[in-house]
């Protein structure tokens, strides 16, 4: 049994690079719109507007200058600090540095309190511009207050980038800081207002500008020099404590921010074929094997997270549930179950290949499919004295047919309850859901019909570059 070629977690780096380029031709846009507004703002009264129209050509010019010289003046002192902290980032970044100064950063006094755990998650996946964004943020915590939904799960580490202005040495050292998310404080205290559930998911080990920076913490050819998944993406050293630490430390600012869990994505090995990940030597490996690397990292994780009091949990494959092997990626249920606080499976029924637990067509299954794919976990989950929490991750994003509607979606949700649980999230790679398959705030249950495989279509051709990019395994 084996899962599609498809990898919605990964298209997500794709259509934010597309967002990248937008956003920075926007933000340009709003600086030139915001000074126009500052300096052209109509005046209070007609005579004022008339004496501003008559101002002389002498008074625009000796703006201009003005705002010209500001600029030279912002300009100097951003290349001098931009100067400095070259400097300093490349001492972090050698190989001689110590783990405070790579990781070291002084205790936050100011961060938001912690927004305690709802009894049950139902949550929504929030990428870094949607949070950015007040307009969509105050969209998003409007569906949040209307519905059943308690929890969004945030963009704090993605495509080794940190979404918001951060005091870790080596996130700045090596360039990875963004300020994609301008007011993080402000962020977490409006949820904490809106009795919305803070998630912070942290990309692991999928980290190419750390793996850039130091290729002596990443995989390496066994040839010599770098190694690249298919997709010409490098990868860290899953053993590798450096590595443990780097994130570990990205962890600890967000819960001092104010992000009430840690959600570790990422966690686990390249998916190549077997050829590929031959060619890759793991440094840090000393004899383990790949499930005992990823237990490792868990464990030392709470290890240093332990005096926070927060849920450390973790991302899964879908198979992850009832597959008897890591799958080569490092992950076994029965190495994770018993040190995290839950497992998140994503159960995206896209994701499933046909045939898959004898369901002939997955992705227009999506009942059966996540009811079975959470059953195994639940069987799995009851050898345990304490288990983890099961969180399903759901599907809300179309990939293949059908085109994904609500009545899709609600069937996933109902999927997880009969197969005995209560609790999931949504993913949507740019965080826009169908409110429409979502319970109202006080407990109305939409009423959909059940999507039937009967009524599907196949298309006679798949075009490649789709809305998600180009899918690979997840």
């Known amino acids: 049994m084996a899962q599609q070629n498809a990898d919605v977690r990964t298209s997500v780096s794709q259509w934010m690079n597309g967002r990248r380029r937008y956003m920075a031709a926007a933000m340009v846009a709003l600086v030139f719109m915001v000074v126009a507004v500052a300096r052209f703002a109509p005046p209070a009264d007609i005579a004022s507007a008339e004496a501003a129209a008559e101002a002389p050509a002498e008074r625009v010019q ?16 951003a290349a001098a600090e931009a100067l400095a902290a070259g400097a300093a980032g490349q001492e972090i970044v050698m190989a001689g540095a110590t783990s405070e100064q790579m990781f070291g950063f002084a205790p936050i006094t100011d961060g938001v309190p912690r927004v305690p755990r709802p009894d049950v998650m139902k949550g929504l996946y929030l990428n870094a511009y949607a949070v950015g964004s007040q307009r969509k943020l105050d969209r998003l915590i409007g569906i949040a207050n209307a519905t059943e939904i308690n929890t969004f799960v945030i963009d704090v580490k993605e495509g080794g980038e940190v979404s918001y202005s951060t005091r870790v040495p080596m996130v700045r050292a090596i360039g990875a800081e963004r300020i994609y998310i301008s007011d993080i404080r402000g962020v977490l205290k409006k949820l904490r207002e809106n009795g919305i559930f803070p998630v912070a998911r942290i990309v692991v080990f999928k980290d190419g500008p750390l793996a850039k920076a130091r290729a002596d913490w990443a995989v390496e050819h066994v040839d010599g ?79 240093k997270l332990a005096s926070y009091d927060v849920p450390i949990t973790a991302d899964v494959f879908g198979l992850t549930t009832s597959a008897g092997t890591d799958m080569g990626i490092g992950q076994l249920w029965e190495k994770l179950a018993d040190v995290t606080d839950a497992l998140l499976p994503m159960v995206y029924p896209s994701h499933y290949a046909r045939g898959s637990y004898g369901i002939a067509h997955p992705n227009a299954s999506p009942y059966e499919t996540v009811k079975t794919a959470l059953q195994h976990g639940v069987r799995r989950n009851a050898k345990f004295e304490n288990p983890p929490r099961i969180v399903a991750w759901l599907q809300d994003f179309t990939l293949g047919a059908p085109r994904y509607e609500a009545a899709h979606v ?30 109202t705030a006080n407990g109305v249950v939409p009423r959909l019909p059940r999507p039937s495989a009967d009524s599907v279509v196949e298309p006679v051709e798949t075009k490649p570059g789709g809305p998600l990019g180009t899918p690979i395994q997840h």
């Open 225 to 303: 020099g770098e190694w690249l998944d298919r997709d010409g993406y490098r990868w860290l050293d899953s053993y590798n404590r450096h590595v443990w630490d780097y994130n570990i430390a990205i962890a600890r600012e967000a819960l001092e921010l104010g992000f009430s869990e840690i959600q570790w994505d990422y966690v686990r090995f390249p998916d190549v074929p077997g050829t590929l990940m031959r060619q890759g030597s793991w440094p840090a490996a000393e004899g383990r094997s790949k499930a005992d690397g990823i237990r490792d990292f868990i464990i030392y994780s709470r290890e």
């Open 62 to 77: 000796a703006e201009q200058a003005a705002l010209e010289g500001a600029a030279l003046h912002a300009d100097s002192v």
């Open 410 to 439: 609600r069937a996933q949700i109902d999927a997880v309850y009969d197969a005995g649980l209560k609790e999931w999230v949504l993913w949507h790679p740019g965080s826009n859901y169908t409110i429409e398959a979502l319970a």
